[in-house]
């Protein structure tokens, strides 16, 4: 029997493993092919489910025929196996061939790990079709690939996708192609076979061109992909009509996640929002709702409030972004609509508010702020009318602004159209180019509702660079704004060294105010005052009162128009003195002879003057009393007769030795130009002449010795008063308004000429003194008589009671102090009213007083120079009582 050779031998066993493993192959091919996965449609179904149709249908006919036909049964069985089994052995090694190749085309984008020795990788592991469509070609396969595969990230999922594009489906040649979708769970890839005109391959094709933008418009890299979390998801769709292929999905909201990406800055996210709405046109506005790590964009119709409103956001923001760029800003500007209009108001597009963020160090300063706010409002009136745009502005870590719009008639818009007038009209006048001036209202009026009006109650003005320590800035400053309000006056606190200015608004000073009654608190305080010797002028523009201070001007020059006041004005200024007699002492000359000639009758009046040798006397009189008052102090070594009066009172006994104290003596003189007026007489000429240089030599040593000129002249021109005198008056007071000459001659300046030739109240006069600069105040009326205020309610409001007049106010004192009046004979052969000291005071002037008649003549002219009061001195002439009937001296003199 021959023996099988070793070689033989074991060749037979490969052979016959192999046939095996074909053997299990091929079964486990049919088993699966046949039964199972034949998905080839055959008349509307699956072959595998033909299969069973014909297995149960041979099966079935076999048992209903019981063994009548078993050849034939079996015969159909054997054919239908010999049939399935070679379409397994034809299809099945195709079909894996076909996934090998598969494999081998996405291995590198997929990250497919090729088979070793030691570990098989089968081709049915990373690309599995679950369903075979026609012509052996897959329908739905299911594609892994690894974790660090370039097509791992999902925005990167295209790169696989393009390659599984390729792969022929069962309606490549119909037009049909690939579906992609994630399966959540396995993050596998499944490609789904569709016939052309499906709509998810639009779908599909708008995802993977968003994919490729995105990557674009957020500037990301491979690695980026790598790194972050990177999706897109379309998360909604919508139809819209295509021009040539009909209606189309295009996406309605789309979600994509950035991760961790800096889209922090409002630029990039702007830079975005703007590439996609470059690039991304499907007729279709796209709203941006950016959220923590993603970016949800909606698609709205381009004609909605929504789109609309976005477009509007877009404007403002560039208009903002315009502003900054043309301003060379360090960081660039973001802006943020927060408020639009409502419907019932308008269009709901409209912005009405919005917040605008320029980044750090920019617009800083109100000139610039002012000037983006004006190209703001220039465009916002273009698009919105019917609105005032206000702005706040912060200048903090970055310069922010917050713009609102208003209703023109609202009081935030009409006091933003007020800011914006006074900006303009200080900016006009003293906003040069280099130095930055910004008005600023830090409160307002309130207002009525009703009607609103925008009046600034505080106003704060920083003049930057401009130096507003000079007195004339201030001035012309003051001049200007004041012609802006007629409603109110306006109080200025200049802080020079800050180069700024607090305005208060003041309420404005009255046309007419009657001089305050006796008793009163303004009455009180301006008599304490005059014993500081401090003369109350009246309450000046701006809020406070004027008073003139001796000690610091000693003396003042009045004057003014004929017919303004200006009487009125001295007369106050005679009157505290006069009621101060205690302190005070008058020489009045008068050459004119017609206003003052009432004063003699008062005992401060210790000489009344009207001649021209009777003024040069009085001159000289004060010119020896200035020795006098020197000498006393010499001797007693003080500087002032303030300290003289204090030693006095420490040393009683000096003041025996020298007598009292001199009080303040004021040398009167009304219409200079009529003393200086030449005569023919050359004596009485170089009298003058003497006694102009006396006045002279008083201007230095009368504040110390409390000698002061008052000075009154319509014209102080050179010809009627010295250089030399006129430097020394001090204080000035122009009453009325006057020429622009008229204005120089008495205040050095042009001022007089403000005050409009109609319509300036009466008693309205320019005061100043170097210290206070030029002050309008509104000196009050003080008649001579009793009398009702002289001015209509129409002008101002009219005291209830009648002014009690100078005369009588000073006759009460007087009667009170313990004086009665005497009549005496005056140099025209009339009487005129004297006052003397009697031993009994009468309480009061209401009281008749006791009359009396003097004998002998106490002329006033014939007064000489006198050390002690004019009262005193007529005590001592012969008096007789003047009877009731006999001399009604209340008469008018
Ligand atoms: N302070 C005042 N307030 C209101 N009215 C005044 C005031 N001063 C004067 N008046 C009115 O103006 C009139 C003229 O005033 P006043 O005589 O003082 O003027 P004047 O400028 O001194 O004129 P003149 O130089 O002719 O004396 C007064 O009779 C009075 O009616």
């Not at 009548?68 to 061939?97: D, K, Y």
Request: proline share 6%; aromatic share 8%.
């Amino acid at each position: 029997m021959p023996t099988r050779s070793k070689f033989g031998a074991r060749a037979g066993a490969a052979a016959k493993a192999k046939a095996k493993q074909k053997g299990t192959e091929v079964l486990r091919d049919w088993l699966t092919l046949t039964w199972f996965t034949d998905s080839t449609p055959l008349l509307g179904l699956r072959r595998s489910v033909w299969n069973w149709l014909l297995l149960v249908a041979t099966a079935a006919t076999g048992y209903l025929s019981g063994a009548t036909m078993p050849l034939l049964i079996a015969g159909l069985l054997l054919l239908g196996g010999a049939v399935t089994v070679g379409r397994a052995m034809r299809v099945m090694p195709a079909r894996r061939r076909f996934v090998e190749g598969l494999v081998e085309d996405t291995r590198q984008v997929a990250g497919h790990p090729r088979s070793t020795t030691a570990v098989r990788v089968p081709a049915s592991s990373r690309i599995k079709v679950s369903r075979w469509g026609a012509k052996n070609r897959p329908l739905v396969m299911d594609v892994t690939f690894a974790k660090t595969a370039p097509a791992a990230p999902p925005l990167a999922r295209g790169l696989l996708e393009k390659a599984l594009d390729q792969v022929p489906s069962p309606y490549t040649e119909s037009g049909g192609g690939w579906v992609y979708s994630t399966n959540p769970k396995t993050g596998q890839l499944r490609a789904e076979a569709v016939p052309a005109g499906d709509e998810r391959l639009y779908q599909q094709r708008e995802i993977a061109y968003l994919r490729s933008k995105f990557t674009d418009w957020f500037k990301l890299t491979p690695k980026h992909l790598t790194d972050g979390m990177y999706d897109l998801q379309v998360t909604d769709w919508a139809t819209r009509e295509h021009p040539t292929e009909g209606p189309v999905p295009v996406p309605a909201a789309i979600a994509f996640a950035f991760g961790s990406h800096n889209v922090a800055a409002q630029d990039t996210r702007d830079g975005i929002e703007r590439a996609c709405d470059a690039e991304y046109l499907r007729g279709i506005e796209w709203i941006y709702t950016w959220s923590d790590g993603t970016l949800e964009i909606t698609g709205v119709d381009p004609d909605s409030i929504g789109a609309k409103r976005k477009r509007s956001a877009r404007w403002v923001a560039d208009l903002i972004a315009g502003q900054a760029k043309a301003a060379r800003t360090k960081d660039s500007a973001t802006s943020r609509v927060t408020g639009w209009q409502e419907e019932v108001h308008g269009d709901p597009w409209v912005p009405i508010a919005f917040t605008a963020d320029f980044g750090s160090g920019a617009f800083t300063t109100g000139r610039d702020q002012r000037a983006v706010e004006n190209v703001i409002d220039d465009a916002m009136t273009a698009s919105t009318a019917g609105v005032v745009w206000a702005y706040e502005w912060t200048v903090g870590a970055t310069t922010t602004v917050e713009a609102r719009a208003f209703p023109s008639n609202h009081i935030a818009a009409l006091r933003k159209l007020e800011l914006k007038r006074l900006r303009s009209v200080v900016e006009q006048k003293f906003g040069g180019r280099r130095s930055d001036v910004d008005v600023e209202v830090i409160s307002w009026e309130p207002c009525d509702d009703e009607a609103p009006v925008a009046l600034p109650a505080q106003v704060r003005v920083r003049f930057g660079a401009l130096d507003v320590s000079k007195a004339e800035t201030k001035d012309a400053f003051e001049q200007h704004y004041d012609g802006l309000y007629t409603a109110c006056d306006w109080h200025y606190d200049w802080r020079s060294a800050e180069g700024l200015v607090n305005l208060t608004a003041v309420p404005r000073l009255a046309n007419a105010i009657a001089f305050p009654e006796n008793g009163t608190p303004l009455f009180e305080e301006m008599v304490e005052k005059f014993r500081e010797g401090k003369i109350y002028i009246g309450p000046q523009k701006g809020g406070g009162e004027f008073y003139w201070d001796l000690n610091k001007c000693a003396h003042g020059l009045i004057g003014g128009r004929t017919g303004a006041g200006k009487s009125c004005s001295l007369d106050i200024i005679l009157f505290l003195t006069l009621w101060c007699s205690d302190v005070a002492e008058i020489i009045v000359c008068d050459p004119k002879r017609t206003d003052f000639t009432w004063t003699p009758e008062f005992p401060s009046v210790i000489r009344f003057a009207a001649g021209a040798l009777e003024i040069v006397d009085a001159v000289g009189y004060v010119r020896q009393e200035m020795d006098r008052r020197q000498t006393i102090l010499n001797k007693r070594g003080v500087r002032n007769l303030r300290y003289l009066r204090k030693l006095y009172a420490e040393h009683p006994e000096f003041e025996a030795e020298d007598g009292p104290a001199p009080k303040r003596l004021i040398l009167f003189f009304d219409e200079l130009a009529n003393f200086w007026m030449k005569s023919d007489n050359e004596d009485i000429e170089a009298q003058k002449v003497t006694a102009r240089t006396q006045m002279e030599e008083l201007g230095q040593l009368a504040r110390a010795l409390e000698i002061n000129m008052i000075l009154a002249a319509q014209k102080p021109d050179k010809d009627r008063m010295s250089t030399q005198l006129k430097e020394m008056c001090e204080f000035r007071l122009c009453v009325g308004p006057v020429n622009e000459y008229t204005s120089k001659q008495i205040l050095d300046t042009n001022h007089g000429t403000r005050f409009p030739e109609e319509g300036t109240p009466k008693g309205r006069a320019w005061a100043t003194t170097s210290e206070l600069g030029f002050r309008v105040v509104q000196v009050p009326y003080l008649p001579n008589s009793t009398e009702d205020a002289p001015w209509p309610a129409s002008v101002a409001p009219r005291p209830a009671h009648p002014i009690t007049g100078s005369k009588d106010r000073l006759r009460e004192l007087l009667a009170t102090q313990g004086y009665q009046q005497v009549m005496v004979p005056n140099s025209d052969g009339g009487r005129e009213p004297r006052w003397v000291l009697t031993d009994e005071p009468i309480a009061s002037a209401r009281q008749p007083v006791l009359r009396v008649r003097i004998d002998k003549a106490a002329s006033v002219s014939a007064a000489g120079p006198l050390p002690a009061p004019a009262a005193p001195a007529a005590a001592t002439v012969g008096i007789a009582p003047v009877s009731e009937d006999e001399d009604d001296w209340d008469d008018p003199w």
